[in-house]
Each structure stands twice: as C-alpha cells, then as structure tokens.
C-alpha cells in the first residue's frame, strides 16, 4: 500500500473543507511506454485497495486483469478506515482524531480524490474502469466528470442512484449503530456492537431466503437455541468488527444515500445516462435483492453503448464478490470483443 498526501484545501461537496487529504492506494504491474494499460477498479463499502486480494479470478495474476498485461490501480475512498482520510484520522487542528467531527462525504467527493491520485501518478488515459456496488457508483461518477480520461466501464450489481429501498436499509444499520450506548464516545471503539448488529442487517441484504435456508438450516428438529442460521450471522458480524469501524460505516452509508447521477446535472437519469457514451459492460446478479436487476435494466435502456448480461447466482448481492470465475469469463470476452 502507498500514500499519496495532498496537502491543500480540500473542499467537499457538502460544503466543509478539508486542510488537506491523504489517499492510500496499490498498484499492480507497470504503466507501459504509451499509458494505455491502466485498470483503475473502484471498491464498495468495506473494502479497501488491496483489490487482488478481495477479487480473486478477477484481478491478479490468476486473474482476468493480469498484472503482466496491465497497470491496475485501486484507491482506498475518503471516509473508509483503510489508509485514507476519514473518522480516525488526526485533524490537524486539534492533533486528535476526528470521530465524529469528520464531514460528510459523497461519491462525488471519492471521486475528484480518485482524480488528484490520478494526475500525481500521471495517468492520461484510463483503458478500463471497473467497480461493483459502491464501487459502481464510483464509476458511474467518474465517466460524467472526466468523460474523455475513461476509455471503458464494467459495472456490477450497482445502480445510477440508490434507491429507496437501499436509503433505508442504510438508515436501519445507522439506527443500529446509534442504540449502542458507546456511540460518538472519542475512541476508535465507539459504537462496535451497534457495527455488528449493523453488518447482522446488512447481511440480509447481501445474501437471500435461498442461500441462507440451503446453507444455514439445522439437521437437529429438536434444538431450541444455538442455531446454525444465528451462529452464522453472529460470526459475520464479528468479522466485520475486527476489521472496520462504526464511524466509517456510518459515515460511507450516508454517503451511498446521497448517490444520484443527476444531482446538480438536470435532475433526470435519463438524460445524465444517454451522455455516457463509453462501452460498457453492465453485469447484474439474479438473486440480488439489494441491487436487483431491474436497477441494471435501467441503465442499459439508456445507457449507448451498454451491453447487459445476468449472472445466474444463488449468492445474491455478494456474488459480485463470489463469482469470481463467471466475472472473469465475461469481462473477457467482453474485452476480446
């Protein structure tokens, strides 16, 4: 991981301005003689710029972007807990960390620091820009602001505004996070078991009736507590607790609530989305209930140049992370074409 460090006024779309930024990015491979080999993926909510490791068969050198063919580049989003500005950062001014008192964030926000990366690692062309959920939006941001820097986009299980559905999900997890009693206490373990109960509805989202029943149902007809199904979710929620923190979580949730493609731009998706001329290769999973199809669907009616194809998947939402293998198939011979 590497740090690039902006040290002027950053100011946000919100209003707030920062004294400066840090973004913490990785690269794979090397930027060829004519700069025509960049891949720059934009990651979803809680991941962070190491994308070969959370994309396996997608990116990396089993992968479908290779890093002996491509120069891939992956930046950690302002308001995350890995490596960029956000929550736990220190705010100059007072030389303590900001916790709360970090300003609200938006795509739009992520994405112009995704363009100051851009021009310090003096990249003029992106071949391929990529992002699934979250990272999506990113993507979708980032073909209207810098229309002739962005050659290609691959777009999976996300959406062109958050829909009504996800705002209040989001709301529901906040909700979660703000029962708990340790919350907007000054330390970086505010608010951990409203974050677990949190990731407990998130999970409901991200997965379906169908996976939960075939992989998380008893044998035992005759228990009355300890269920596999309960096991399973407490376990998720510990894993995401260890790794991630409630002020990021609650701070990147409110930023997928703002999303909306045609904010400040006309007010209409139509519209915003028939000026997105790139290729475009627009994959949306069966099972997703909390990105369904019908989101993907939308965008390929308006999009030009969009070309849509469905996962069969039992993993729901996550597939965009499981089905590794399928993805790579098609962004293939996507690419090929």
């Given at each position: 991981m590497k740090y690039f460090q902006y040290d002027h006024?950053?100011?946000?779309?919100?209003?707030?301005?920062?004294?400066?930024?840090?973004?913490?990015?990785?690269?794979?491979?090397?930027?060829?003689?004519?700069?025509?080999?960049?891949v720059w993926v934009c990651h979803a909510l809680t991941a962070n710029s190491e994308v070969a490791q959370w994309w396996p068969g997608v990116v990396g050198e089993k992968g479908i972007i290779r890093p002996d063919e491509y120069f891939v580049v992956c930046a950690n989003i302002l308001g995350s807990c890995y490596g960029s500005s956000g929550p736990l950062s220190i705010d100059p001014r007072t030389g303590k960390p900001y916790f709360e008192q970090f300003p609200m964030v938006t795509i739009r926000d992520m994405v112009r620091a995704h363009i100051l990366l851009r021009k310090h690692l003096g990249i003029g062309r992106i071949h391929l820009l990529m992002g699934g959920s979250m990272g999506g939006y990113q993507v979708l941001e980032w073909a209207v602001m810098e229309k002739q820097v962005i050659g290609k986009?691959?777009?999976?299980?996300?959406?062109?505004?958050?829909s009504a559905w996800g705002i209040a999900v989001h709301t529901a997890q906040r909700l979660a996070i703000e029962a708990d009693p340790s919350w907007n206490s000054p330390t970086p373990e505010a608010g951990r078991g409203g974050l677990k109960a949190a990731r407990a509805i998130g999970i409901l989202t991200y997965r379906n009736y169908g996976i939960m029943v075939k992989t998380q149902t008893d044998g035992d007809s005759e228990k009355l507590d300890r269920?596999?199904?309960?096991?399973?979710?407490?376990?998720?929620?510990?894993?995401?607790?260890?790794?991630?923190?409630?002020?990021?979580?609650?701070?990147?949730?409110?930023a997928m609530d703002s999303h909306?493609?045609?904010?400040?731009?006309?007010?209409?998706?139509?519209?915003?989305?028939q000026e997105i001329e790139h290729s475009t290769l627009l994959v949306g999973v069966t099972s997703d209930i909390l990105c369904p199809i019908e989101e993907q669907l939308f965008m390929a009616?308006?999009?030009?140049?969009?070309?849509?194809?469905?996962?069969?998947?039992?993993?729901?939402h996550d597939g965009f992370m499981v089905e590794g293998e399928k993805i790579a198939t098609l962004l293939g011979e996507w690419l090929n074409r």
């Open positions: 006024p950053f100011e946000l779309e919100g209003g707030a301005v920062l004294p400066g930024i840090t973004v913490a990015f990785s690269t794979y491979g090397k930027l060829n003689a004519d700069g025509s080999n960049v986009l691959f777009l999976i299980a996300t959406s062109c505004a958050e269920f596999r199904a309960s096991s399973y979710i407490q376990y998720q929620g510990e894993k995401l607790i260890n790794r991630f923190h409630a002020y990021s979580y609650w701070l990147l949730t409110k909306h493609l045609a904010r400040g731009r006309g007010g209409r998706l139509e519209a915003v989305l009616a308006h999009l030009p140049d969009a070309e849509l194809v469905e996962i069969d998947s039992a993993y729901g």
